[in-house]
């Protein structure tokens, strides 16, 4: 519970420093990547923030203004259509994303890098449109790599289109019984059907409800009632006859990422193709969470930057006793420590993207390497979602009242937080299964070795001593404590890689 | 910025008893109360609490959920009315509250604490409607306290009415410019119109607009532009003639705190009396910020217990691996580490009560008392807000997915707890509002003496010799480094109030 | 397409007499209905009248204003509950008319009047609320007429209760095909189940969703695909075992009447119990519109009085060239054919509720009295909601740009008013409707006799000729022409009636 | 009251040739307006159409559906701002029609008929976005021809811009006592202030607040309180030095026409320009409403012809009783009769945008033609709007109960045509003042000598002699009676314009 990533030794005076306050650099966040050192001269995404700027932030700001929108399930004429109601704008919106290359340039050559770059971009300024792009790169991945000839076939090419007529993805693995213990909780039934399963369910959180292709977790006829008895399958909007695959029960209100339809989903003998072997469903559901949780990581770090962006222009107009009170000592100091904070959370996300981009295409047995991935993924999910709620609390108390209207956009951050810090996992799912990495794999050790002339020597050893001894702990007691050490592991490791040359 | 209540020495483990967790105290906010060892039997407020629980929490969640009431500006042939269309169960709630003796019940014989009572009851179902009640309370103090005979007989027995024609009271600072330098943000002008005066300004932040009669600050022709050019004037909803004496320009779209009608408020040609001496108008805001203040920690800490509680109905019954989260180690850590720092949070502002109770008919200039209600005052308020909006934030966690839903309850909590964060004063006013009160006052040496034997002496010396030693730094240094400082002479504060025997 | 009932030659100017105008009985149902010669002192129905306007009328308006409640699918356990999140008031307001007796009234003596006296009432005050307690009406009159002994013990005390824990009652029987052509349009299958039934099918407008005890059209496996294939189900909200025993899909946006909430239901499995002998089922299903037509009537009335009340209210007070606006000879004289108008469709509206208290007793075959009901009933359908639409809308008119604002209630009315006449059949269906009963039932030459010395005999005799020749017409021919005669003939009836000694 | 536009004996069989119903003229307005001969072959308006059918459609319903926009009073620092939040895609469609030519094709060459073609296309789509270009059209027409030289060369080329850079204009003359009695209603108040004016005072409906130039009436200091001492302003959003030249009170919630923003203003020392002599006010806000009137009759024969173009799309596809609705024959024939009223609607309509087109250049003293044009634009602005209205609502019925779904489009054209029937001038204004303009000017005269040879000379003779003997009635009387006579009056103008050759 305690959260103290900010008064740490590390901090330095020069966070204060004018160049980074006075210049653009904290309202844009290509120059923000950029100086992160993350990235090259790349046209595309500058054209990307710049659409955005002129035009995409009044989107945005309308559909969060909006509300959920409607689900007109039948049209006048009674045929069921299951259409999202949103304004058209929305749609330009989304498709924009997708003909920047959230999907298409992931493939050539193969790396993961231009869509994190581009969901980055895309969380400064809409951390719930981030959500779309994610689950249809968590549908594209698993179908180009476990997908057979005629499945790629049919289904691929209409993923990377680089125009409108581009299909999304969707991920729908929560019942209504939760999402933590999918093992206990999918209750949705897979059926053979010649080559194609029958599959039968309600999915409780359905995101991108709507989507022309998802990836279902299903548990075929006689499996296991646990999570070895998952599997993952193909399921289209549209069956071969065009008539709807899948149904919408209903839209979610949810208090932000309204550019994400979440929805319940009925599959009523609905078709889908079995994606990789049965028995290793739950290896390709979690690949799907790995993709999820580091866009998580890295969206949480970019509503951030945001957060403290708005904070920063407000406080450079808004006076109080004769001066801007960005002047006053106090605020200017938690303006420096969250900058401090920002680089350590961003360092961590994108820590996570470069392990991941390494190890993205393994297929179990899993590497080292993907263990150690799993565990910054846990951490980084964890600490950036956490720094994101807590900055954007703080930016809405800089606004003061302003901040608790609705009229102004500051309130929308830390609802938009909120939600980052809670789906793909909260803190407590990632302490605990961040907690199962280092037991079972040892990942903690490779961290270690990882962060080795990253951080102290002596406090290298004193960190990893720590962590062995919460592993030897009889078990309630490792749980019950946990969090602290989780916290410290999260914040040492965001540090040593802070001090790394050239970041 | 950072926060940690919770990870501290004092924590034992008993605090997982199942005789808290288990019982229903958790759920009452009178039994709350009561084994805190604030009240006796009570009759009349447990029957206000069992009128939430049959009815009042139903009407109050309709009122938020239909946010923002409509204000009708004109009746239908043209005439002015501002009138606020809340549905008719509101007033229905709304009233509850003053029959049971939120102002009256103050009077006989003097004692605040009825009043703050009522507001912890209050605040636990509708941290919003505790709003009314207090800018009511803050109308009537001053009014009994330094308004003249012919003041007093034309508008006390009106707010002191037991039946549903009692007035209501609202306290209007805040202009455009904002509410922390009242001094220089305030540009309401009074000018002497007979034994009256007529005001003219606009107010920004005019909480309980509508309300038959407000205390609002305003400067006199002629009078200084600093925060002493200030003073305070009764202004009634109609003037002698009935006629409209100020109007609501419109309502604003408040995130929560829904049950209280925020406006922008037109004086024009007002007419008002003046309270008191008018170079004391300060002195009388101060008074009446002191009122909210408390009041604004009473609620939080409300606010804490009734997250809290909802989050452990959730913990209770929803499962996962097998058996109720709550039962999994981790998750029953932070319960036990919220009821500790629920109980902690809950001394330190029922001691601001006491404490306030004891000097709140002083007149200027005051006692040494005051002084010290005033740093502990500023101690609460920082420091319940601060717990209220982590612990709705956590128990929206505790919730999962169900948490991000407009259409369960738990989301309120923390939209709520963000408003008592920000309204009254943001952690920046407190911090550099306490930090005032000691360089002048030595209100921390009052605070040292009156926590003599509750902590640890050496702990005492300690935190004494850290206080001096911030008082002694330059300007800017004091004021850049308070925030650590402060939190931690808050929870030592509250630490040590919690040894102290009887509670 | 034509509309006129009031410049008719029956139109004197005595309509403007200042008795009229100027006395309260426009504002008030109750005093309407006395002076229309309706109701003898009924302190109950007084009662009632006095509730809406110190409470209910500010409640019904805040439900309006509200639009369509939230349905709660499941609790936050993940529990389905398919719980209307209506705020508190609306159950305050629903039970107090069931209280008042709108069922129970019926069974002591047996006699629909003082239902329809209170539907006239509520109507006046909230068009939609009188539907909840139609469809109530509609479901304990054929409990009680074709429930066998044990069904009656089963349910008809709970519907019968004089408080809160009164059943409600609901019809459903229009399917997504549309509610016209029934014999095609049930989907909806009944499967033996024992002594009960099986129901499997989707009711696409389904009034009164959630209510305890619904009656449901269905077809039983192997019957006709016609009309005659339809049988009548009584199927209650929770099976034997207490689970929901049908589901709510969701509650639809409709444009008014949002004082009853109607649904998508699904019915799977769903118990029910047959009413009556199957092959009937097409008759139970006319009696039920019966009821709710008649309802309609009379609502339509009741909707005519209020928005000429409130139009009334307006131009008494709203001025224009140096006058009220009442008192300008253009809109006097609207005023006064509107009143005549409402008297006329008044005398029909009650001249089918007199006629139906006489037969509703009846079961299949029916006595000529049932079909020269019938024919009154399509006749003060169409003309009355027809009335009550033009009046709406010349409502509307009169208070100018003051009533196209959602702010003053006046477009409220035309909203209502659209919905009573689409609902229980639109125009269309009446018209087609009356013209079946008169082929096969000769249900015209029952009527003329009926008028027989209320209308000049040359007149009686001369619309009578026309009818006939309209029926001999070829069948397109008949049906293309029939607008003008229907019109006609309601118009002639209502003039008849009103003409009628003692009213 | 009376209603009876289509049961007439002009009707023909051949309304319902296939031609008619089975072509896609019905559901275009371009093509609708090419066979009645209105227009040759202009790519423009084409274009046009088919951006409303690809894109502007979308938006206009996404527009409706969120209702009243926000307005931002203030900048999060406290500047007024009085920002209309639009979401974006509306600023795309109402530029739009700027671009397309509403303003800029009036003057080259001077002819209205492209605007008028313009707003005809418009209000097919979205009656509510014709206002805006309307008023703005009602602004360019007098500065362009009263405006002296400085004027005109200061805001003609920027209301004439051909991008997105155009201003709009507005036309605000009424206050809370009414718009019918302007000369009674008007309490702004103009003071001069070297060459310009300073105004203050309220006006109540201000439709396209934010435009950047209005025209607005208002009463120099000792002007008469009647009619004539009414004179009319230019007034700009923004003044020399760019402040806020007038305030935007508030957005009202209408209950159509939403993409037209209609709010509360306040002129508070705003700086203004007389247009022409200050005497000739009341001429010049005629001519303006001229306009506005003429508009409203083309944007209600729009609305009209949309409603029946979605009811026959619904009607094709909807069946009953083994067939599609529309071939049954009483609805069949309601087609029929709707149709032959819509080109009796449309005639009457574009008739009078010829004779304004001949008049619109005209200044007082006015000829004869003004006089004629004067009353067939009061006759065309009750009559059609009549028609909008009643055509909506038979529309509803057409689609029964999903026509009170807020979901389909289809019961947004009765609310939109309930404000086409009140603003410009309820009917009741229209037949007065069609009556005064009778009385006056024998306008009447000019109307016959007008349709000589379009009727049967015996009808007009008869007509002639019913006009006469009303105009000789008692002053009550005349008034009292005038409905049935104007209503005749504008159906026998309409039906012989349709009987003119070549329509």
């Not at 920047?100 to 340039?105: D, I, N």
């Not at 951390?127 to 076939?153: F, I, R």
Request: proline share 4%; net charge neutral; with cysteine.
């Amino acid at each position: 519970m305690s959260f103290d990533v900010l008064h740490r030794d590390v901090l330095s005076s020069d966070t204060l420093r004018a160049d980074v306050l006075h210049s653009d650099v904290l309202r844009s966040p290509v120059q923000f990547l950029q100086q992160a050192g993350l990235l090259a001269d790349q046209d595309w995404l500058r054209e990307y923030e710049a659409w955005f700027e002129g035009e995409g932030q009044g989107i945005s700001e309308a559909v969060d203004r909006a509300g959920t929108p409607w689900l007109r399930m039948f049209d006048q004429w009674g045929a069921r259509v299951d259409e999202i109601l949103y304004p058209p704008e929305y749609w330009r919106m989304l498709k924009h994303g997708y003909r920047a290359g959230v999907l298409w340039r992931v493939f050539e050559p193969k790396s993961l890098l231009p869509a994190y770059l581009l969901l980055y971009a895309t969380g400064f300024y809409d951390p719930g449109l981030a959500c779309p792009y994610t689950v249809s790169l968590s549908t594209v991945c698993p179908l180009s790599k476990y997908g057979d000839a005629e499945l790629k076939a049919r289904f691929l090419p209409k993923m990377l289109q680089r125009d409108d007529s581009v299909w999304q993805g969707a991920t729908w693995m929560t019942e209504i019984k939760g999402g933590s213990d999918l093992g206990a909780a999918v209750e949705t039934v897979a059926q053979r059907d010649g080559s194609k399963w029958r599959l039968n369910g309600d999915k409780y959180f359905a995101s991108n409800a709507g989507a022309e292709l998802a990836v279902v977790a299903a548990r075929q006829e006689g499996a296991p009632q646990n999570v070895r008895g998952l599997s993952l399958y193909l399921v289209p909007r549209r069956a071969d006859d065009e008539h709807l695959n899948y149904r919408i029960r209903r839209l979610k209100d949810k208090i932000a990422t309204r550019s994400v339809p979440t929805g319940e989903i009925e599959l009523r003998q609905s078709e889908g193709w079995l994606l990789g072997q049965a028995e290793h469903g739950i290896y390709l559901i979690l690949e799907v969470l790995n993709l999820s949780r580091v866009a998580n990581s890295v969206g949480s770090v970019a509503l951030a930057q945001r957060a403290i962006a708005d904070a920063y222009s407000f406080a450079e107009k808004r006076t109080a006793f004769g001066k801007p009170i960005i002047e006053h000592p106090l605020l200017r100091r938690q303006f420096g420590d969250r900058l401090q904070g920002l680089r350590a959370a961003s360092g961590l996300a994108w820590e996570a993207v470069r392990l991941l981009d390494k190890v993205w295409q393994e297929k179990p047995p899993y590497s080292e390497n993907y263990h150690l991935f799993r565990l910054v993924a846990h951490l980084a999910k964890y600490w950036t979602a956490e720094f994101a709620v807590q900055t954007a609390k703080w930016a809405m108390e800089v606004y003061g009242g302003v901040g608790t209207l609705q009229e102004y956009r500051v309130e929308r951050w830390l609802r938009e937080a909120m939600i980052l810090a809670i789906w793909e996992g909260t803190s407590h799912r990632q302490m605990l299964d961040g907690l199962e990495v280092m037991q079972r794999k040892n990942a903690h050790r490779l961290l270690f070795q990882h962060l080795a002339g990253k951080a102290p020597e002596a406090q290298l050893r004193e960190m990893e001593a720590r962590v062995e001894r919460q592993l030897s702990l009889p078990e309630v007691e490792r749980e019950e404590t946990l969090e602290k050490l989780f916290g410290d592991l999260a914040s040492f490791t965001a540090d040593a890689l802070l001090r790394e040359p050239g970041r």
